[in-house]
């Protein structure tokens, strides 16, 4: 008789497996792309005095949400991020049998973190689906100037706002190394679509990544000089760009990454190995 682990890793990967679940998930991706395109012109507003809204993820729904459809939107959004971190909780629960060692670790602790954020992204549409109009950005200030009551909050945040960096350090050298190749049906692209797609995957992760990267240094500093202001995330990202010189042509260009990253979830779409 097989184990009890053994079977409940036999019903993950026939999950894994399902045509249904790819579906979703490839919708999924999808609907995140279009986030990060919105994002992108939400920034590009900001860059220019357009736009009085929270350059984060919620603010790029709350955009979403006023538009013609926007409700029927979001809440397919939603449906294809529970698939997404389903798919991801599955990928760290059964892993891959050619990985071996700490590599496969290290990837499974990744999914882990990847479904953790699919579910924060799930529960932001579904304040905007509520009509709830705080924003990340204003919970995330919050809990932070909650946190800097005592000293040892101070320390949280801190140690937040270096992991926030690192993740961001990771995702550009994720980026520029091209890792994202080995999720990719390189076999099924064509020659121009392999090239399009390095270009949109290493522009679009370098951009998050630097973003990220700004977003946890404030956190730190936050945590150092008791500013909750420094502690909103990439809103708070977007507000130093635009205080620096040329500062309109530093977010385009932000824009423009966030944009390519959109824009390369819509090729994962097709192309990913789900």
Known sequence: MSSLPSQA??????????????????????????????????????????????????GALHKLA??????????????????????????????????????????????????????????????????????????????????????????????VGIAVAAIGVGLVLYGVRKKFEKHLKTSQMTARM??????????????????YGIAGVLFLVAAIQYDGDKARGLDATLNVLSQQSYGPWLLAATALGIAAYGLFSIVQSRYRKV
């Open 66 to 159: 006023e538009k013609p459809f926007g409700t029927f939107l979001i809440v397919a959004l939603v449906v294809g991020l529970i698939a997404m971190a389903i798919w991801q909780l599955l990928e760290a629960a059964v892993g891959h049998r050619a990985e071996r060692g700490r590599h496969r670790l290290y990837e499974r602790i990744v999914s882990v973190g990847r479904a953790a954020f699919y579910l924060y992204l799930t529960w932001t549409g579904i304040k905007v689906l509520r009509g709830k109009s705080a924003s990340s950005a204003d919970t995330q200030q919050q809990a932070s100037e909650d946190l800097m009551v005592s000293g040892g909050g101070r320390i949280a945040l801190g140690l």
């Open 9 to 58: 890793h036999g019903a993950a990967s026939r999950t894994a497996n399902s045509t249904w679940l790819e579906h979703l998930t490839r919708g999924g991706l999808v609907g995140y792309g279009i986030i990060h395109l919105l994002f992108a012109w939400l920034i590009l507003q900001i860059a220019f005095d357009r736009s009085p809204t929270d350059g984060d993820q919620s």
């Open 194 to 211: 392999r090239r399009l797609s390095d270009r949109l995957g290493v522009a679009g992760y370098a951009a998050k990544g630097i973003a």
